[in-house]
């Protein structure tokens, strides 16, 4: 029997978590990147079936943060509420992504406020694709 192709499928928060586990920064961000620009083209109406499953631990509770941050960024971009599961992920230290004086600085001044109460200090143009 021929198996089916389930033909494209978007990239959801708890995908790109698994994907995030044991990759270098460098591919983590691509990921990131990949998984904002394929939410971007989505229907806003099936967005937020892409937030809805907890992803498994990364291995670093930096990037496990960092996906709640992100789900709940999204979500209120689109005027919902982040997922449930979203809701107690937070760093007991601040952690700066882009560790250089400018970006730092950046940071502080731009992080949206899903990433700030959670310690994640990321400008707003690092999350920004297309």
Do not use: C, I
């Not at 960092?66 to 007991?92: C, K, Y």
């Not at 700066?96 to 400008?123: E, I, L, S």
């Amino acid at each position: 029997m021929k198996e089916q192709s389930q033909g494209y499928m978007p990239l959801s928060v708890a995908r790109l978590g698994t994907l995030l586990a044991g990759a270098d920064d460098s591919l983590r961000w691509r990921l990131v990147a990949e998984f904002l620009e394929e939410y971007g083209w989505e229907p806003a109406e099936s967005r937020a079936r892409l937030l809805e499953d907890e992803p498994a631990s990364t291995g670093d509770e930096h990037w496990d943060v960092f996906l709640a941050a992100l789900a709940e960024h999204v979500a209120a971009r689109d005027g919902r509420d982040g997922p449930s599961w979203a809701g107690s992920r937070s760093l007991r230290r601040f952690w700066f992504p882009f560790n250089g004086r400018a970006a730092r600085v950046d940071a502080v001044v731009h992080a949206p406020a899903a990433f700030r109460r959670r310690g994640v200090f990321v400008a707003r143009q690092e999350l920004e694709v297309a």
